[in-house]
Structure formats: C-alpha cells, structure tokens
T-cell receptor, first 115, second 113 residues
Framework: AQKVTQAQTEISVVEKEDVTLDCVYETRDTTYYLFWYKQPPSGELVFLIRRNSFDEQNEISGRYSWNFQKSTSSFNFTITASQVVDSAVYFC????????????FGTGTRLKVLA | SQTIHQWPATLVQPVGSPLSLECTVEGTSNPNLYWYRQAAGRGLQLLFYSVGIGQISSEVPQNLSASRPQDRQFILSSKKLLLSDSGFYLC????????????FGDGTRLSIL
C-alpha cells in the first residue's frame, strides 16, 4: 500500500533558524513522483516542487532545499534562515499507481515562525 | 497561462439545504479535475476526480456528488447537507499526463449550521 507520513504535526522556530520538515513514503512502484505543497493561512495550496524517483539529486531554490533519499524513502524539506512568511502548513505527496491520476497526501506539518 | 477559479469563497448553509460549488479552469484543455475536503486542522481528503467530461470517480461514499458538464468545469453538489459536511473544499487541476503537479484553487469555506 502507498503511504506518506509526516510525523511532525507542528513545529515552532524563531525567525532566522533553519528548519527541516520530514516526509517518509511507502510505495511498491519503481517509478513514482514526490511533491511538496505550501498552504498559507489564506488556504490555497501552492505547488513547490516535484521530484521523480530516478533523480536523487538534492535541489535548492533560494532558501528552500530538498533532500531525496531512496534508501530511507524520505523526501525532506529544509528552509534556511526561516522568515515569518514561511509560516504555513506544508504537505508532502506521492503519486499513486499508474492509471489512477491521484496523489497520496501526508497529513501536513504546521510550521510557525516566530518573530 | 492557466488559472483556476473556485466560488464562492465562503458559504454558510443550514443543515438539509442543497449545495453547489463550482470550479472552472482556464488556459488548458482536457485537464484532470479534483475535489478535496479539508476538515479544520486536518489533511486533504480526495472526494472526486475526473479525467474527462462526464467521467467521475468517487473516492469516499457520502452525500456529495460531482459532475463535469463541460471540459473545464467541475461542480460539487449535495441535495441535503449534513453538519459533517462542514470544511474547506478545494478544487484542483492537472494536465492529463500522469504525475504532473496539481494546481489548486483558493478554496471554499463551508459552514453548516
């Protein structure tokens, strides 16, 4: 069965601290995709990144970086020098088996960045 | 560029009343369309998805239904709302190819009184 686990329900950090959001997934597929989304207080989900199972290179985009490790089935998200605007709920998601067009979402991690 | 519109943004309805939430996508053809519900402080629950006009897949049995009367229009309905239908409803689209990102609308906050 496919599953995405975000064990951290809520994290609080002080502004300028680095923070890592964990995502562990389970799948039997050899080809799959992983995603991260941000949900700010306004509610809409904002797509951040997609990573396919064949690309284990880490990715950096400004203060955001992602660490994909197939050996541990993890796709962790790090925010460097956090800012108050980073406060949001972050969701990790996994593409479901071929032909279903669905995602499996984790339960989300609420990040609070305190000024 | 592609955009997704979802309305209304907020809705307060009495128990037993009907519901119609609408979602439209612009700037793309034949998208996959999705309806999710998010209870307060909770994760996303996939309710329905559609890969084409008139094609609806239901994920969770409940008193909600979905329809796709046009290629880029997705409607979530109910004949009689329950208190448990309260939540934040999100519509999303993706290109027809698999494993592409889903892009979400701004959501509808539904409160049932």
């Amino acid at each position: 069965a496919q599953k995405v686990t975000q064990a951290q329900t809520e994290i609080s950090v002080v502004e300028k601290e680095d923070v890592t959001l964990d995502c562990v997934y389970e799948t039997r597929d050899t080809t799959y995709y992983l995603f991260w989304y941000k949900q700010p207080p306004s509610g809409e989900l904002v797509f951040l990144i997609r990573r396919n199972s064949f690309d284990e290179q880490n990715e950096i985009s400004g203060r955001y970086s992602w660490n994909f490790q197939k050996s541990t089935s993890s796709f962790n998200f790090t925010i460097t020098a956090s800012q108050v605007v980073d406060s949001a709920v972050y969701f990790c998601a996994l593409s479901a088996p071929s032909g279903t067009y669905k995602y499996i979402f984790g339960t989300g991690t609420r990040l609070k960045v305190l000024a | 560029s592609q955009t997704i519109h979802q309305w209304p943004a907020t809705l307060v309805q009495p128990v037993g009343s009907p519901l119609s939430l609408e979602c439209t996508v612009e700037g793309t053809s034949n998208p996959n369309l999705y309806w999710y519900r998010q209870a307060a402080g909770r994760g996303l629950q996939l309710l329905f998805y559609s890969v084409g006009i008139g094609q609806i897949s239901s994920e969770v049995p409940q008193n909600l239904s979905a329809s796709r009367p046009q290629d880029r229009q997705f409607i979530l309905s109910s004949k009689k709302l329950l208190l448990s239908d309260s939540g934040f409803y999100l519509c999303a689209w993706s290109v027809l190819s698999e494993n592409q990102p889903q892009h979400f609308g701004d959501g509808t906050r539904l409160s049932i009184l």
